[in-house]
């Protein structure tokens, strides 16, 4: 068996992975950056779940179907007239898979470029600064190094009353593959991954039911926020059933029966198709040696300090394999930080500004603390709120449902939190996450000048509203 020395072995190449090897040889660190993913024709990559099956694809059909919807209901308004809108399924698809495949090549190139040693194959951890590793072809050869991060990420958490079978009930990743759209589609699960996922289908013809066993939608954002999300999906026609339980699921031909508890009464439902997107687990499978005690928590996180070292020597982890979000870009902050750790740099991760966004139409975004979380640890705090109503570019672009909420701190003013439902939300939030790394607060962005006409106007108005000096709305 053979043996290659290096300073640093990563394990996985997605998100938090593939950055941690290039930052750890950007500073002169010999690096290895070993991955096992396949694609379903085969075919290996780099990238990850995000890049593969997750965030890449699932925006891509997002942005098409969002088209497709926009072009049917919106484009009339602006007077341009399109008469019927037909929608090739193949070519969005062959669009989104072209995407993923120049992203993820992209991703070998930049590890090429950096210097990184690009291995493809499973990874194990043995002890004693080794990890074996098996090749697509069976070889299996040693790897040695003085520093090894663990960046395995996670796996769709599988319902034994719901198995996937790859065709009739599947995960995220099946429901970004479909081939045609269904006519009835069921989904488990109306979190983050579920409302994407069923927003795509609705918008492309799809009856979409969905079954959360929460009696709450998105109870881990702000309250209003989730209120006016429900109202937006109900207009939108996705029919969220809360406080429902599957208790059955069962393959019927070209159908699935299901069964589910709601309000103490059982009922059923046939649909054609099944998402199943109840969370995801940390993915760990066949990554330790027999003996090897690496610390695993009740979840099967591997468990780490606020730097993610693990408790073995010269061991880290990273990403969805540890606690906290499974955010990409939380996953990628932590490799980074783990690489310049180990070149005996300064770094670290404020993970009490990890912003999180949903990309449905209106999207959703938000950074800090809720009212319900500071009330509950006693923090006075003002709010101020702006409608996207009254935005002159929401207005132009006909998109004007939803708002900004600001959340300060009465006793020094500093934000607390920031949370948007409206057009681009995603991208209007990284100026709220900007301004409380700095520990800003509201004044610092009321008085911060912001273009005019933009939708960033709605921060700075909500901002001015905390202390009742909106100009563009009604004080209260």
Known sequence: ?????????????????????????????????????????????????????????????????ELVHRASTEFAKHGIEVGSVSVDLAKMQARKAGIVKQLTGGIAALLKSNGVTALQGRGRLLGENRVELVDAAGVVQTLRAKSIVIATGSVPIELPIAPFDGERIVDSWGALEFEQVPARLGIIGAGVIGLELGSVWKRLGAEVVMLEALDALLPMADAQISQEAARSFKRQGLDIRLGARLTAAERNGDSVKLRYELGGEEQALDVDKLIVCVGRRPFTSELLADGLELHLDERGFVVVDEHCRTNLPGVWAVGDVVRGPMLAHKGTEEGVMVADLIADKFAEVNYDVIPSVIYTAPEIAWVGKTEAQLSDEGVAYKVGSFSFAANGRAKGMEQTEGFVKLISAVEDDELLGVHIIGPVAGELIAEAVLAMEFSASSEDLQRTVHAHPTLSEALHEAALAADKRAIHAINR
């Open 1 to 65: 068996m053979s043996e290659q020395e290096f300073d640093v072995v990563v394990i996985g190449a997605g998100p938090a992975g593939y950055p941690a090897a290039i930052r750890a040889a950007q500073n002169g660190l010999k690096t290895a950056c070993i991955d096992d993913w396949k694609n379903y024709d085969g075919t290996r990559a780099f990238g990850g779940t995000c890049l593969n099956a997750g965030c890449i694809p699932s925006k891509a059909l997002l942005e098409s179907s």
